[in-house]
């Protein structure tokens, strides 16, 4: 409770009186519910400085202090429906056999002012402060535009000799967002939300700045009135004081029902982005004055209204446990499962912490009490972790050192913020994206072998590692029954695996989808190691030696190829057939420096070996034409690019031209 006074303290001047908030509303509305529980669990144990049964906050000294005559308060707030029908119930308890209609108003979200007029003229205004003594804010309040100065009843009746006024003071978003810009421009300090940029205003000493400021009152109550007025109702009372000049809520309705009530809110709620000015709720009141004044008050609170508020952005929650997810690619991502909480809208029970740094940055431990923020689509995050209430059994959370799925070693090289399996080939998280990756065009090249019957055929236990594709048709029965595959195009399947088992040592490396390892490298690697069995043999220093690798490519290469069963699903393809002639090692590249474009369909091969025969002859394949491009390969139905190299000048090959010319540097097809 100690705690919880002091961080409540600290955060009510940081409002109130500093109007530069640390926390958002919903966090600090979650640290006073957590109190106001205490208290209600341990009633012996309220502190007699306890904020709970308080209002606002204390004034800062620089103004004259006015003693309201009636005190100002606050509101109860409800959240959702249920608590809804509980204040309802309430009211109805204490009028049994009443009717009783609601009326409904906007709930502003700026501070409250109270205008005291006399004879008509204004003459004071007074800020809420602590509910009994407010700060004398006459001076600033005068200059608010649209309040009206003198008071006139249209109908002709003279205005009360004494009128008290109460509403609220804000600042319309735009005029919000135009103060920001016009401070930040100055180098002057910003205000958080608009409703601190009010009373910061209405706080200021010099009238001449405020009058600046685009303020506005709202109306929305009488409090004093001498003689009295004439209003049976909360909603009369509004619309006459409209009719004086005052401008009310621009949404102002009375109801017979809570389903009505429930209807308006969902309306507001949905609305509220459109509105001018900044609302963080619905206020619902009984209509009936007389009723309101049997019903009567609670400490800081009416027990005739309550203000149904919008679902907090920020909210309060334990984390229970931390998981670490296992992307399709191998990353390691950290989930918070928390202890259910509503905040923006929704429920929220697990959210990302994307990486083990910023666990570390937040210092999050399993047990610990964490702010989780949400707006609008937005994924949830942890926006703040609560030091002030770690339990002594809190645990710091630590990166696995092996794979919470498949038990291979974890890595996370030195300057990269993700951590990851390595067990690439044989990782049940990995496997769909390892199978895509080994079938594709410029891996395997297993043609027809989508993403859809990948997950077929491992969710049917017909594979479990891309080895297993080469046991597959040992098991054609199986796959006819496979939803959707006839007979042809299981045959098509069988037949495109086993022309995929002739390929070349650098699509194999690269099929291996080891991190870090493209098409280059892959090809470099060939290369330099020429045999599977050196390149298993291979070490940091002589990988490095390789072109296009560097020190951390060569440690995913280590660790990939280190682990255990990766090794045995490379043995298992190479048992299974899949071969590869002796890459020819290239001293020679007569083509270093030249870029070459590739246009038009190929007969013979593919756009991707036609690529790689120039890159092992040293050239740079480019997409596009320009004045740099040295030669033009054109197959048929070449279009533009052929007619730009022609324009240009530039030389242009046929396929057959092409190859002879490839033949002619020691290049067989
Ligand atoms: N972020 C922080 O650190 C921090 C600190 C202190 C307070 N707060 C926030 O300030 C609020 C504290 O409660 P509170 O007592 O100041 O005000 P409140 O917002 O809970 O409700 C009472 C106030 O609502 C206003 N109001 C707006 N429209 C109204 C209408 N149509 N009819 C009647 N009243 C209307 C009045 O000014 C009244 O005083 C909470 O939202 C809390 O989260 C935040
Ligand atoms: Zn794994």
Not at 97 to 113: F, P, S, W
Not at 494 to 520: C, Q
Not at 521 to 534: I, P
């Amino acid at each position: 409770m100690r705690k919880l006074i002091d961080l409540i303290r600290i955060n009510s001047h940081a409002y109130y009186v500093m109007d530069a908030p640390i926390l958002d509303d919903g966090e600090y509305d979650e640290l006073l519910r957590r109190l106001k529980s205490l208290e209600e669990q341990h009633p012996d144990w309220i502190q007699s400085d306890s904020p709970t049964s308080k209002v606002g906050g204390q004034a800062l000294g620089q103004f004259q202090s006015v003693v309201h005559q009636v005190p100002m308060l606050s509101l109860g707030n409800v959240f959702n429906h249920e608590d809804l029908l509980a204040f309802d119930q309430r009211v109805r308890e204490r009028l049994p056999n009443q009717e009783i209609r609601y009326e409904l108003e906007l709930k502003l979200d700026g501070l409250a002012v109270s205008l005291h007029y006399l004879n008509g003229q204004l003459v004071q205004g007074v800020t809420r402060g602590d509910g009994e003594t407010g700060e004398d804010i006459s001076h600033t309040a005068k200059t608010i535009r649209n309040l009206p100065h003198v008071l006139i009843d249209p109908t002709g009746k003279p205005v009360p000799r004494i009128l008290e006024v109460r509403g609220e003071v804000l600042i319309p978003k735009s005029g919000f967002h135009k103060l920001n810009r016009d401070a930040e421009a100055r180098g002057l300090k910003t205000y958080v939300n608009p409703r601190n940029a009010a009373a910061g205003s209405l706080r200021q000493l010099d009238p001449a700045i405020a009058a600046t400021r685009p303020l506005a009152f709202y109306a929305y109550s009488i409090a004093q009135s001498e003689p009295a007025h004439e209003c049976p109702t909360q909603s009369e009372s509004l619309y006459w004081l409209k009719s004086l000049g005052f401008t009310v809520s621009e949404r102002l309705e009375v109801v017979d029902s809570i389903a009505e009530v429930q209807t308006v809110y969902d309306q507001i709620n949905a609305g509220r982005e459109e509105l001018a000015v900044e609302i963080d709720g619905m206020v619902v009141k009984v209509d009936s004055l007389r009723q309101q004044q049997q019903l009567g008050f609670l400490s800081r609170e009416p027990r005739w209204a309550t203000a149904y508020k919008f679902p907090a952005k920020a909210a309060l929650t334990t984390v229970e446990q931390i998981d670490w997810q296992v992307g399709r690619t191998g990353t390691l991502t950290p989930v918070a499962r928390l202890k259910p909480v509503f905040v923006g809208g929704v429920t929220v029970s697990n959210v990302t912490l994307h990486n083990i740094g910023e666990i570390q940055r937040l210092d999050v431990r399993v047990g610990d009490s964490v702010t989780v923020y949400r707006t609008g689509d937005v994924i949830p995050k942890v926006e703040r972790v609560w030091p002030e209430f770690r339990p002594a059994s809190a645990q710091v959370v630590e990166l696995p050192s092996n794979c919470p799925v498949c038990d291979s070693p974890v890595i996370m090289p030195e300057g990269e913020a993700l951590a990851r399996c390595t067990g690439g080939l044989f990782c049940p998280a990995q496997r769909i994206e390892a199978i895509r990756h080994f079938v594709s065009r410029k891996a395997m090249d297993i043609d027809g072998l989508g993403e859809r019957w990948a997950e077929g055929l491992l969710s049917n236990g017909l594979i479990s590692d891309v080895s297993d594709l080469y046991q597959l048709h040992t098991r054609r029965d199986e796959l006819l029954t496979l939803e959707k595959l006839g007979e042809k195009s299981v045959q098509n399947l069988l037949d495109a695996i086993e022309a995929s088992k002739k390929t070349t040592f650098a699509r194999f490396i690269y099929a291996l989808g080891i991190r870090g390892v493209g098409e280059n490298t892959s090809r470099h690697l060939a290369e330099q190691f020429q045999t599977l069995a050196a390149l298993f043999a291979a070490d940091l220093d002589s990988l490095k030696m390789t072109a296009d690798v560097g020190e951390i490519s060569a440690n995913w290469i280590l660790s990939f190829l280190g682990e255990t069963h990766n090794r045995q699903i490379i043995e298992r393809l190479v048992a299974a057939g899949v071969y590869w002639d002796a890459p020819v090692k290239r001293t020679r590249q007569p083509l270093t420096g030249e870029s070459w474009v590739l246009t038009g369909t190929l007969s013979r091969f593919t756009r991707e070996q036609a690529t790689m025969i120039l890159q092992e002859l040293g050239a740079r394949v480019s997409g596009s034409i320009s004045a740099k491009t040295k030669a033009l390969v054109a197959g048929e139905k070449a279009g533009s690019k052929l007619a730009k190299a022609q324009e240009l000048g530039i030389q242009t090959l046929t396929e057959d031209e092409f190859v002879t010319f490839v033949a002619g540097h020691g290049v067989e097809l």
